[in-house]
Each structure stands twice: as structure tokens, then as C-alpha cells.
Nanobody
Framework: QVQLVESGGGLVQAGGSLRLSCAAS????????MSWYRQAPGSQRELVAS???????NYLDSVKGRFTISRDNAKNTVYLQMNSLKPEDTAVYYC???????????????WGQGTQVMVSS
């Protein structure tokens, strides 16, 4: 019914920047909270940043001051601007959204397919 499509990952040198995007599409009544998670090899998936429909944000301590999450509600899209990247930021980044279905009006938790971010030292 709904899907999340991510873009913007890649390879960057330490200190560089990347911007991730994630667009929700399908039979959507409303998109509620949107988040970015990441998972490095051998590690558990962790919450990087989240944003409510009102624009309230929350960040993982290690990315505060370097990453900025934002959203465009008209486009059902969430962004993650990543600056001053470090090798330890290397991971697959996943978009997550709480979506109210236009068909059932139930809340669906949707995940993107993941996008690789690799930071070289």
C-alpha cells in the first residue's frame, strides 16, 4: 500500500557531507513521525534522528551538531543532512515512517530499502 524510497547515500571522505532523502508514496492519508536509523556491520540498528509532523526533533548523541533532520509534509519526504562525517558514521541508513493508510486508517510502520553511507578516513 505504501512504500519509502531513499536516495543520497555514497562514499565520502571524513569531514565531508551527504544529504539523504526519503519519499513516502502510495495510499497515504497522513505521514506521522519520520525517522532515520542506521546499522553498521556487526551492530544493531540504532535510531539516528526523528522528527514529528510539527517539526520536533530528536538526535542520537553522537550526531548532535553534525546531522540535521527535516521534512516536507507536502511531499511526504524526510531529509537527513549529514555534515562533518566521520568513519564511524559508516553504515546502511534506513528511513522509517509511521503512516496512516488511506484504505484502512490504521497506522503502518514502513521501512525504506536502505542506502549505504561509507566514510573514508
Amino acid at each position: 500500500q505504501v512504500q519509502l524510497v531513499e536516495s543520497g547515500g555514497g562514499l565520502v571522505q571524513a569531514g565531508g557531507s551527504l544529504r539523504l532523502s526519503c519519499a513516502a508514496s502510495g495510499r497515504i492519508f497522513r505521514v506521522n513521525d519520520m525517522s532515520w536509523y542506521r546499522q553498521a556491520p556487526g551492530s544493531q540498528r540504532e535510531l539516528v534522528a526523528s522528527i514529528t509532523t510539527a517539526g520536533n526533533t530528536n538526535y542520537l548523541d553522537s550526531v548532535k551538531g553534525r546531522f540535521t533532520i527535516s521534512r516536507d509534509n507536502a511531499k511526504n519526504t524526510v531529509y537527513l543532512q549529514m555534515n562533518s562525517l566521520k568513519p564511524e558514521d559508516t553504515a546502511v541508513y534506513y528511513c522509517n515512517a509511521k503512516i496512516i493508510s488511506l484504505i484502512t486508517f490504521s497506522v503502518l510502520t514502513s521501512w525504506g530499502q536502505g542506502t549505504q553511507v561509507m566514510v573514508s578516513s
